[in-house]
Structures are given as structure tokens and as C-alpha cells.
């Protein structure tokens, strides 16, 4: 199964889903700020990232940078409560490996589907594809 690195500094929210994704067979490295979401990028092999926006240290936009010259290939979705369109602008220009963006709240089964879509999404189309789909559908329809 794939590996996902889960970075949020709510822990509550956090051991939710990483929970959910375990028990559909998914291992999860959890990270609870930005920092150590890229040292963990640094040191596993991740599948995919999913970043919250606003976290200690450093902010999912700023992570999402510096993962984008760690690991130039990795996949990186956003999970937020905040949902302002700008705020979504801002995820999807930080870095050309976000691919999407979602809104909380989401319930852990539907996070779990939203999982395993992107995951299967860019294994079959590649991230590009995958990006230019889902900032269509995030920021051109209104």
C-alpha cells in the first residue's frame, strides 16, 4: 500500500484520519508542523502529502515549497478548514506538486476516498494532469 505523510497540528483531526487511512492498509507517517513534515519527506519515501495550511514552524505553503527541491516528484494535496478562495490560489501557486485542495469538514470515509482517488489519479494521468483538473474545478468554476 502506499505510503502518506499527514501533516496537521490538530491532533485530534490528525489521529482521526491517519487512523481511518491505517485501517484501510495505508501506512502513515504523521508529522504535527511544517518542519518536521519536510524532514520527513527528506527521510521516507512518501507516496503522497497532505499538508493542513496554517501549522506551527512552518506553514503547509511554506512545506510545500521546500518540498518541491526535496522531493520534486511527490504529490502534495491540501486539507483545510479554510476555504477562501484566495487561500486556495495561494496552495495551488506555492508549489507545481499541489495537486488539490479540499475543505474541511469532511467526514474520514469521504477523506479516506478522497485518498485513494489522488493517489490512483496521478499514478494514472501523472500530477500534472491532475493539478491542471483539480484547479479548474477549484478556482475557474463559481
Keep these: 500500500m ?47 502529502v497532505i499538508l493542513d495550511v496554517r501549522m506551527p514552524m512552518i506553514s503547509g505553503y511554506e512545506a510545500a515549497r521546500i518540498m518541491a527541491r526535496e522531493a520534486p516528484s511527490v504529490p ?9 478562495r484566495m487561500e486556495i490560489v495561494t496552495a495551488f501557486e506555492c508549489s507545481p506538486l499541489v495537486v488539490d485542495y479540499i475543505v474541511k469538514p469532511v467526514s474520514p470515509d469521504n477523506f479516506v476516498a478522497w485518498v485513494e482517488d489522488m493517489l490512483q489519479s496521478c499514478r494514472v494521468r501523472g500530477n500534472q494532469a491532475v493539478r491542471e483538473i483539480n484547479m479548474a474545478r477549484e478556482l475557474i468554476a463559481e
Aim: charge should be negative; glycine fraction near 6%.
Design 76 to 84: 502534495i494535496a491540501f486539507l483545510s478548514a479554510k476555504g477562501l
Design 2 to 48: 502506499p505510503t502518506i505523510l499527514y501533516a496537521e497540528d490538530d491532533h485530534d483531526c490528525r489521529e482521526l484520519f491517519a487512523f481511518a487511512l491505517r485501517e484501510r492498509g495505508h501506512q502513515v507517517h504523521e508529522a504535527v508542523n511544517g518542519s518536521q513534515a519536510v524532514q520527513l519527506v527528506r527521510e521516507k519515501k512518501i507516496d503522497l
